[in-house]
Each structure stands twice: as structure tokens, then as C-alpha cells.
């Protein structure tokens, strides 16, 4: 197994572009072309030129959804039988009606044996974890396969329960890929690979924690989709999504400093800080990853110059959020808008 390269620094709330390729070479060897995929998607196409280049949850979400639509299958193509568009709705309504995490897993698991042929989802639970085995009869699948399932059944349990579940290990049949890092952002750090059989372990808890949500919650669920889970599941009520929501009502260039929102949120700056570290995220990373999604909608969508939307953003100088963006997207912002 590899470990993360320590100079290697991952941006966790955005995706790098190698997981873009993958979804389209899905579409691609079923006749489907990528210059629409990435025009629904909003992703330009020179973006992914660079090896480094990263996009939003909002852009990859939307890929997502493209792809699906195109090729009528929730799956990508990449088992012998379609998910035909529409299952992974009837899924959560299957679901929905759970005492528990552990029920949840059990409808999610059977229903995904009758959608898939190639790929069975079996459970195991224990005191200590609570184990998904990723069972296919045939070669190894890709890992961007076995992400794909993961990603249907762990984003909705969690939705379920309304909390992130940790990961505490993964292991897979198929070889590791160069983008190996990116998987470990999405499942755990302990993720291996060539293994005799694949299986995740979450967290023992999970299977006694209580369905929480309601046809009406379902609702907004499925709007967000699957952007609200594509990387790590987001609470719609977590206190990271309370902080975007006041921000977005507000100028990036009179943002608060923390101190500020969390006395506006009735609660001391430690304590602000330390819930949003339980749920993964700083203050700064909030602002940043939003300052990241308002410049990509205002290259998309308006015609402001480059030094308008930089003094929108908030930056001091063009030149310092054209470095941000290239570090956010891995290339410049004329660029993006040219090829957008």
C-alpha cells in the first residue's frame, strides 16, 4: 500500500480532473462525445489539460447528471446491466422508511442486487465495524467502478442518518491507480489495493443510528444531487452550511472574520472552530471554496472583466486571484472563460 505523498496537497472540497476523465471515457465508449458533458457541466475544456486542474462538487455533480442522462444508466456503463435513470430515486424512496442504519444498508444492498449484475453489495456487521463487501464474479473493475457504488450507497446512508460516517478502511481487487491520493480524499486513508476481495468498513455506529429523514427533507436531497455527497456527504443543517448560507448573503469583500460569524451564530470562536474541525472544514476553507464557486459562475455567466471580478472577490490585486484560480482550476481565468 502507498501512502499520500506529504508534498502532495490535496484541496478536499473540490475534485481533481482525472475523476472527470474517467466519467467520460465512460460516455465515450458508448458513442457519446465530452464537449457536451462538459458544456452542461460548466467545466472548460482546457482545464482538463493540466494533470493538477481540480473542479467544483457543483461542476462534477452536474457531470454526473450529464452522463447519466446520456447514456440512460446511474452507472456509467460499467456493469453488464443498465441502472436505468430513476433508480437511484426509487432507491432512497426504498430506503426512506428504515428504523436504522443497519435496515437502510440491508434495502440499499437488495436493491442494488436487482439493478446490477456484475456488482453485489453484502453486509457484515459486527462490534467493531460494519463491513460492505464490493463483490464482482468476473476480472477486477476499475476503482472509479467500485467509487461509483460506494459513492450511490454511502452518500445516501449518511443522508439517511444525517451524518458523515467514518471510514476506517478500504480494499480492493483492482490495481492502484495513478490517482490514488484522490481516491483516499473519498474513502479513507487506509485504501489498498490488489487485494483478494474488496470491502469497506464504516464505522460500528452507523448500524444503530436512526433514519432521521422524511419524504419532505427527501425533496431538497434530490435536488442537491449528487454534488451534496459526491465528495464527502454534506449536511444540509451542519454548521459548515449555515456559515455558506449567511456568507452567500453577503459581499465576499465585507465577509466577517470568524470572531464575527460566530457571534452572529450565538456561539464563541473556539467553539465555532472546533465543530467545524469535527465536521473536516476551517472557516478559511468555507471561504475559499465559495470565493472558488462565485468566480466560475461570474467567468460562466456575466461579462465582467478579470479585475472586476477580482475586486468582487475580494482580492487585493488581478494578479492574486489569478493565482488562486490557477491553483483552483489549474489554469488562468481567461483561459476558463475562453474555453468555457
Not at 483492482?174 to 474513502?187: G, W
Request: aromatic content about 8%.
Amino acid at each position: 500500500m502507498t501512502t499520500p505523498s506529504p508534498k502532495k496537497k490535496i484541496e478536499r472540497d473540490s475534485i481533481s480532473v482525472s475523476l472527470v476523465e474517467a466519467a467520460l471515457r465512460c460516455a465515450e465508449a458508448r458513442g457519446v462525445t465530452r464537449e457536451h458533458l462538459l458544456a452542461v457541466a460548466g467545466i472548460a475544456p482546457a482545464t482538463l489539460d493540466s494533470p493538477r486542474a481540480r473542479v467544483s462538487p457543483v461542476q462534477y455533480g452536474k457531470l454526473w447528471n450529464a452522463t447519466a442522462d446520456a447514456l440512460d444508466d446511474e452507472f456509467f456503463g460499467q456493469d453488464a446491466h443498465p441502472m436505468r435513470r430513476g433508480s437511484f430515486v426509487l432507491l432512497c424512496h426504498a430506503a426512506l422508511s428504515s428504523r436504522d442504519g443497519a435496515q437502510a444498508l440491508a434495502r440499499i444492498a437488495n436493491f442494488m442486487r436487482l439493478v446490477l449484475d456484475e456488482l453485489t453489495f453484502e453486509l457484515d456487521i459486527d462490534k467493531t465495524r460494519v463491513r460492505i463487501w464490493l463483490d464482482d464474479n468476473g476480472p477486477p473493475k476499475t476503482m472509479f467502478a467500485y467509487a461509483t457504488g460506494f459513492i450511490l450507497v454511502y452518500g445516501l446512508l449518511c443522508w439517511l442518518v444525517g451524518r458523515r460516517i467514518p471510514v476506517l478502511a478500504a480494499h480492493m481487487r483492482c490495481p492502484e491507480p495513478a490517482d490514488s491520493d484522490e481516491y483516499r480524499l473519498m474513502f479513507c486513508n487506509d485504501l489498498r489495493f490488489d487485494e483478494t476481495r474488496s470491502f469497506v468498513d464504516l464505522s460500528a455506529e452507523c448500524a444503530a443510528l436512526p433514519v432521521v429523514q422524511t419524504t419532505a427533507t427527501l425533496k431538497r436531497f434530490l435536488r442537491d444531487a449528487p454534488a451534496n455527497f459526491i465528495v464527502k456527504y454534506r449536511n444540509p443543517d451542519s454548521l459548515a452550511a449555515r456559515i455558506r448560507t449567511r456568507l452567500r448573503q453577503t459581499a465576499p469583500t465585507d465577509w466577517p472574520e470568524a470572531e464575527s460569524i460566530a457571534a452572529a451564530l450565538h456561539m464563541a470562536e473556539a467553539t465555532l472552530r472546533r465543530r467545524l474541525k469535527q465536521e473536516g472544514l476551517t472557516y478559511q476553507t468555507i471561504k475559499d471554496a465559495l470565493r472558488r464557486d462565485l468566480a466560475i459562475a461570474r467567468l460562466a455567466h456575466t461579462q465582467q472583466t478579470i479585475p472586476q471580478i477580482s475586486d468582487a472577490l475580494g482580492f487585493a490585486e488581478p494578479s492574486a486571484f489569478r493565482r488562486a484560480f490557477r491553483k483552483w482550476t489549474g489554469v488562468r481565468p481567461a483561459d476558463y472563460r475562453r474555453e468555457g
